[in-house]
């Protein structure tokens, strides 16, 4: 369905609409940026080739300028050193003739020419200007130079302004041009008595000149100051000796700075060159290196010819493209119309759209199905009054048309959004939108059934348990501060924290699925309990509550909480397994225990845990005792916590004795602690705090460590006992820190005896029995201690071979009665039958020894022999013990 009803499409209209002609005008302007920006990307590049030859030019000038300047300077350290060596001698005019007209000095002479370089010849003249000594002859023929320009200045001039000269002569030895370096001899007294010179060929420059690489087209040429070409690479014979036009080149040469680039005609090839210059920096010669600006801009000319194909091309592109784009778009505003009708008939919404006059424009087809109207009667043309009265007719529209009218054009004119929640006959919520446009307004209307029921739903699950449909934390928070703030001393408010006793074990044994069942068999138990102004809550995990309202009597709470356990006792089907359970419930009234929230949750939780402590399966009312036993449990974990760091607990030693042959066959470690104001602290106080808290392993670390280090000093016989903690064993490091103990103290692996309880291989056997294993590779000795008082298993006893088996005081105390020393002596049959050594704990008198070496006990410990002492002391029972011999029985 069009927007306005028809099928006609306006080429013409399309085409001049604003975004064809944007388009178009744009196409336009890139073309034209394309042929600026080709035009200014030909001029850059044609700079960047120019300035890219200078700068390399300039480079080469350099490198040839530091060259030459160090091997002139080379020719001339020589000619100075036959200068000073004259002078130094007294040597006069005439004794320059005789002295150095030898066959010894020319030998000299070519030997300094061999140190420095073998192309320049040195030559020694009188004062007459008639060669005297020659390194390049021998004989030396007549020649004379007092002609030469260069004689003639270093022979006029002042000795202290003028001794070097530079000129190139056509030589009358090499019959060649020749660059002449000149120095001045002087005699004692300054007078001049003659010259010595270096003579250097063109080619010795232009050897050096032909390794520079250089693009075709270049030349490198070496200048006197003057303009006089010296040396030129490739080659110019004609033009050596000649003085250089004064053009732009010559004017760096000649000027203060010395160096510069210009754009110069060639005299030699009268070509158009970039040339660059530099003057020496000792000497009055310059470097002069050019190329040509055709070689230049050769690599220009084809990047121009490439970019202005592609210029070209990109045009015709563009224009094609354009074309292209403007056909498509044509196309595609076909499909897009038909697009868009799809996608207003599929929408999820029903969509309305009214022109200025209330006239409907556009209907899709979600509306029409939404209502279950006729597409017969809705379609473009249709006012919003008729439309309204037809829905009124068949049903779908429930209230006052006129009213409804009315606040939607009252709303439109003013520009104002209106939103409006309907109900329909069949129980749907539609939300109706009507935006206000330009000309007329649009309306949705969405059935938002389904999202409400969503939102409902999550607005549940942020206040009530997902498993057991229990008000949550967050909401029993909430409903316990509205209570409380209505508590009062007539009618009283009771908290009950309620935990589900060994909860655990039933996950662990029977799984979580069985677990879950249960937590939802309580959860509907304890809601049956309660009467209709009471809630329960689940807290989290194994925890509820319970909020008692209008108590009027602590014995009715009382009453409450025994009911619930009971409630809590009966056995529970879960999945087809029967389970039992039991709970342990702290109660705190309100406001007797407290009005604050914080306070009275506290103060059940401490309840709470005081039933537990109480042996669970209990309830108990919060008392003030309670919050003073928790902070001095407190204070006494803060205390652990600083003993263990400031070492203030102690190892103490208690020795095991043989029953047959009376020998100390070894000492139990056992931990004490020295409390700076209340003494000795019992481990049964503050061992249980270190469980719980997982300070356990810390400590039983250390007193490993410490034990293997004190036992690695006693006598080879004597074996050292520690106890394990499950806690440790839960760690997952104890036979890393065994090795790392055994390692430190130098002890051997079976003088280290672990003892273990039953509690140990309660939680994960599997597990426990694992690292036995991993402790009994190691080659330690593996104890169970206080068999019997726990949940003995005698599978433990088969899955695991311990090497002694530790009778409880328990069992010694009641030796004297025919139970007690029938059970010892099972237990002393059993470690027999199993190759394990036993051990009595707690013998306090003879008898009790007596009675244990008759049953066949193999070792005992106790106050009869000794008490707990610390290393000192033992170390004294060990050396008078074993110094005297053993008692036979």
Known sequence: MTADGTGSFDLKAFLCSGPIRSLICGGAFLIAAIAVGTAFMVDNFRERALASDQRELENTVRLISRHFDQQLEDFTIVLKDIATHIRANGTTSEILKS???????????????????????????????????????????????????????????????????????????????????????????????????????????????????????????????????????????????????????????????????????????????????????????????????????????????????????????????????????????????????????????????????????????????????????????????????????????????????????????????????????????????????????????????????????????????????????????????????????????AVLYIDIDEFKSVNDSLGHMIGDELLKSVASRLGACIDSSDFVARLGGDEFAIVKTEVKDPDDVAEFATRVLETIRSPYDCLGNQVTSDASIGVAIAPQHGTDLDQILKNADMAMYAAKSAGRRTWRFFEPSMDAHVRARRQLETDLRGAITGEALEVYYQPCLNLQSGGITGCEALVRWRHPERGMISPGEFIPIAEETGLINEIGEWVLAKACTEAASWPVAINIAVNVSPVQFRSGTLALKVVAALAASGLPADRLELEITEAVLIRDDDTALEILHQLRAIGVRIALDDFGTGYSSLSYLQRFPFDKIKIDRCFVNDLAEADGSSIVQAVVNIAAARHMTTTAEGVETARQQELLRGLGCTEMQGYLFSAPKPAEEVRRILIAHNSRPAAVA
Not at 120 to 144: C, H, K, Q, R, Y
Not at 334 to 356: C, P, V
């Open 99 to 493: 002295r150095l007209a030898t066959l010894e000095w020319h030998e000299d002479l070519r030997t300094r020419v061999n140190a420095y370089s073998d192309a320049a010849a040195i030559s020694i003249f009188d004062a007459d200007g008639t060669l005297v000594n020659s390194s390049e002859v021998w004989p030396v023929p007549n020649v004379n130079i007092a002609d030469r320009t260069y004689f003639r200045a270093l022979k006029s001039a002042d000795k202290s302004t003028l001794a070097i000269r530079i000129e190139l002569v056509w030589g009358r030895i090499s019959g060649a041009w020749a660059t002449i370096i000149a120095h001045r001899l002087s005699g004692p007294n300054g007078e001049f008595i003659g010259i010595v010179t270096r003579t250097i060929q063109p080619a010795t420059f232009e050897k050096y000149l032909a390794t520079v690489v250089l693009r075709e087209g270049a030349a490198i040429s070496v200048y006197r100051r003057d303009g006089i070409l010296l040396a030129r690479y490739p080659r110019a014979e004609r033009m050596i000796g000649s003085k250089a036009r004064d053009n732009g080149i010559f004017s760096y040469i000649s000027s203060s700075s010395g160096h510069g680039t210009a754009r110069v005609t060639s005299p030699i090839d009268g070509q158009l060159r970039l040339a660059t210059a530099n003057v020496l920096q000792d000497f009055p010669i310059a470097i002069v290196a050019s190329t040509t600006i055709n070689a230049v801009l050769a690599d220009w000319r084809e990047q121009t010819r490439f970019l202005v194909v592609v210029a070209v091309l990109s045009a015709i592109i563009i224009a094609l493209l354009l074309s292209l784009f403007v056909s498509k778009l044509l196309e595609q505003h076909r499909i897009e119309k038909q697009r868009l009708d799809t996608a207003i008939n599929n929408m999820s919404q029903g969509l309305l759209l009214y022109d200025s006059s209330e006239r409907l424009v556009v209907c899709n087809e979600r509306y029409i199905a939404m209502y279950g109207l006729s597409a017969d009667v809705v379609k473009p043309g249709l006012g919003f009054g008729d439309l309204l009265l037809y829905r009124k007719k068949i049903g779908s529209f429930k209230g006052d048309v006129e009213a409804f009218i009315s606040k939607v054009r009252r709303n439109v004119a003013l520009g104002k959004t209106t939103r409006n929640m309907i109900e329909t006959g069949e129980g749907r919520l539609i939300q109706i939108v009507n935006q206000p446009l330009k000309s007329g307004w649009l309306a949705t209307h969405d059935d938002i059934t389904e999202r409400m029921r969503a939102e409902e739903q999550i607005r549940h699950l942020a206040h009530y348990d997902a498993l057991t449909d229990l008000p949550n934390r967050a909401m029993f928070h909430e409903r316990l501060r509205q209570e409380l703030a209505q508590a009062t001393s007539q009618s009283q408010l």
